[in-house]
């Protein structure tokens, strides 16, 4: 079940139509073997996400996503007590009328079935699942800390309940725009990858097998276009994996076998989001087309 | 592990290896050569690529130190197992050059020693001077009077909420507080948005033609980051001139001096000249728009003379206003009788500015982070 090799990693992920170098696959593997959270930094669109959510479908684990932002605190990742509810229990006791000590009704308060499992606390109670914190670089340094203390002992105390311990540790899977550095103590945790944009034969693949609906040819023109795009420093937002895929999707939806500059400009929205690149890439497009 | 004597244990030439990165630059502690070891002990010992991979993993932190980690890792193992592409650099290897040396006219000790004389007003003074033209000795006393400015850092309200005796209910607190009386009714409790330091972005011109106030802008940030470490915020520093520097760790050294020495072999490009417009693109696209200037201050420290094309400065200041909170463009020219905003660079920024001050003395410098705070 577990895997072997690295290659048998990359031949799993490849099944689930994720596509990723050696480097990235031995990676993930030690991330396995050795049990450590694994920190994804990169290019927006280079498929950080992308990965955790292939790791959990070829494993077969579910996907538990812990999305960070900015004031994101203990109770949102961890767990909660469902108040409302605990009032209606207790409301609930006293029409019953059964006179249970105060002590008793307390106890029942705080019940498993009070308690709002928050995706922390899911993942280690739906072990084994993988866990995707996702941009943790938009979370708090307070939070950070707080991570870094689960992600040492993979286990929640909870005061009113007791220890909830992963049977198997989640795979861990966190993932970094970069918008501000990490602290240390977090990242010496972790196993490291920066992952790049891919090369132009590895995108026209990963092309062909997430959005098998393109064509070959079409596949290989848009790719071409967009590392072009990408190979030029004048972009605000120079296009990721995932918007050659809108964009290869969207022609293809309108019907295009051939890229032609009218193709290409109604459907640019997919490719670039700013409208100073829009222009940009519309007098490129021009030449690109022509050559 | 070719290059090696076969005597040697694979561990050993391994610690050697994480040891020789360390020399390097690349901070490794001992757990992570723990971990590089327990790595390669998953991955085998025999394939030079996957030793590559496990080192990559376990013993970098960042895309700064990925290119040093290769760099080493052909030194130390020979040339194979190199990876095919490397991440784009941010800036390129830092250089080594020296604060700039411009003491201004020399005046000896006799001339300090009529300046203490006459301190008390002498201060008021040397804090009404230019920096540009201050002589080492009142520069020296000047550096010690930064300690005297307290800047404090501009706040935000938070998603988070304070106890507070006014203002929204707060719901979870009231129904903790009723649950202790078996869910009876209890005193109301409230709450308020919380307040946090917003981040202040500074950035550094240290092109030739702004040489004179380099020392006195760099202490300058050395105060803003210390005092709004102290309170929680956070500043962050660059600087620029030909290219971007990011200068944040090296200003978080707490002592002044080395600070200021650590910022001068950090920064490569002294008293060059001024492509204010591509390296603010640079910034943006690195840095500020992902987020570290997103609801920041950001200081821009200029004067305004640009080689490049001031069309893109404006275009790229345009930009950073759209992302910041409050742009403040700091020149020491400002305050001087005089001076008419003509340079092409400042003409391009200046509708692109919330705030437009002076910058060439200590209380200019106190005016400055009084309108950042407020800010």
Known sequence: ?291 | MTTRPADRGGDEILLAFTRALRAAGVPVTHDRAHGFLAATSVLGLDDQRATYLAGRATLCAGPDDLERYDRVFTAFFGPDGLPRSRPAQPGGVPGFSGLPDDDGSGVGDDAEEEVVRARASATEVLRHRDVATLSAAEKQRLAAMFATLRPRPPVRRTARHQRWHRGQVDAPRTLRASLRRMGEPAEIAWRRRGVRPRRVVLLIDVSGSMSGYADALLRLAHRFTQVGRGQGGVVETFTVGTRLTHLTRVMRIRDPERALVAAGETVPDWSGGTRLGETLRFFLDRWGQRGMARGAVVVVFSDGWERGDPTLLGEQMARLRRVAHRVVWVNPHRGKVGYEPVQQGVLAALPHCDDFVAGHSLATFAELSEVISRA
């Open chain 1, 1 to 291: 079940m577990e895997p072997s090799t690295p290659a048998d990693i990359a031949g799993r992920l490849g099944a689930t139509g994720y596509l990723c170098d050696d480097a990235l696959a031995t990676v993930t593997f030690l991330a396995l073997r050795m049990q450590r959270p694994l920190l994804l930094e990169g290019e927006p669109g280079t498929g950080k996400t992308a990965l955790a959510e292939a790791v959990a479908e070829s494993l077969d684990r579910p996907l538990v996503r812990l999305q960070c932002y900015e004031g994101i605190d203990a109770t949102q990742a961890l767990y909660d007590w469902d108040f409302p509810r605990q009032i209606l229990h207790l409301r609930a006791l006293e029409a019953a009328g059964r006179d249970s000590s105060v002590e008793e009704a307390e106890k029942s308060l705080y019940d498993a079935r009070f308690l709002l499992a928050r995706p922390v606390l899911r993942a280690l109670q739906e072990s084994p699942a993988v866990l995707l914190v996702d941009e943790v670089d938009r979370a708090d340094d307070e939070f950070e800390a707080f991570l870094l203390e689960v992600l040492s002992t993979y286990q929640v105390s909870i005061p009113e309940l007791g220890t909830v311990r992963a049977a198997t540790p989640p795979i861990v899977v966190l993932t970094s725009n970069r918008t501000r550095e990490l602290h240390d103590a977090l990242k010496r945790r972790c196993l490291y990858h920066w992952i790049d944009h891919p090369g132009l034969d590895r995108e026209v693949e990963i092309v062909r097998s997430r959005a098998p609906e393109v064509s070959a040819a079409l596949a290989r023109q848009v790719v071409g276009v967009v590392q072009d795009l990408r190979a030029r420093d004048d972009l605000q937002k120079p296009p990721g994996v995932a918007e050659t895929l809108d964009w290869a999707r969207a022609l293809t939806y309108l019907g295009t076998a051939e890229l032609d500059l009218a193709a290409a400009s109604a459907t640019l929205g997919a490719l670039v989001k700013y409208r100073e690149d829009a222009d940009r890439v519309r007098h490129a497009l021009d030449r690109m087309l022509r050559a």
